[in-house]
């Protein structure tokens, strides 16, 4: 008598085994993506958002019509801002400082007073605004203010973690992302 059964091709051991190891696969794509939507939460997390911004106002009620003339940088983000390098134009040429900043808005080699703070290679923490420059020559203040459209200044910043940015005067706040921030001779030295 022949025995006509066969052994089944896939045993039962062997369709538990096979379906472990899927179930397996499916549990590690899951993880990587949840460790995927972790890393974009901590970078949200520290998001820095660097504005730059100018206020000035004339005090009609005075006398001798006082000027205030303010150049200003604010992490309106969640996390700190670390200025990297930091660029001021005048007509599309380079100035290293606000003196010869100021003297090439102008035209003129002017007495121009004012008091600063460093930008370059600082870190702002978040919700702090930085003034980089007070006017205290107030003579002078509707002058620059006239010209100010030939004034540019912008910063390359970074986060925590090391994600780049560029910003300007002119960009009202939209920055626009880099691979990394460098600096070069036409970085401002205040």
Do not use: H
């Not at 001021?88 to 100035?95: I, K, N, S, W």
């Not at 606000?98 to 600063?116: I, K, P, T």
Request: hydrophobic share 40%.
């Amino acid at each position: 008598m022949s025995d006509d059964r066969r052994e089944p091709r896939i045993s039962a051991d062997m369709l538990v085994a096979i379906s472990a190891v899927f179930i397996g696969v499916c549990a590690l794509v899951v993880s990587l993506y949840e460790a995927n939507l972790m890393r974009a939460e901590q970078r949200s997390a520290v998001l820095p958002i660097l504005e730059l911004s100018r206020s000035y106002y004339i005090n009609q009620d005075r006398p001798d019509g006082e000027w205030r003339l303010d150049l200003q940088a604010e992490n309106v983000g969640i996390g700190p801002a670390q200025v990297l390098d930091f660029r001021v134009t005048v007509d599309g040429e380079a100035r290293p400082t606000w003196s010869a900043a100021m003297r090439a808005l102008l035209r003129r080699d002017a007495d121009v007073r004012f008091g600063q703070s460093t930008i370059n290679g600082r870190t702002i923490p978040a919700e702090r605004m930085v003034t980089m420059f007070s006017l205290a020559s107030t003579e002078l203040a509707a002058e620059i203010v006239e010209n100010f459209d030939r004034l540019e200044f912008e910063a390359c910043y970074c986060s925590v973690f090391d994600e780049c940015w560029t910003t300007s005067y002119t960009a009202f706040g939209a920055p626009d992302p880099v691979k990394a921030c460098e600096t070069n001779e036409d970085s401002f030295q205040q």
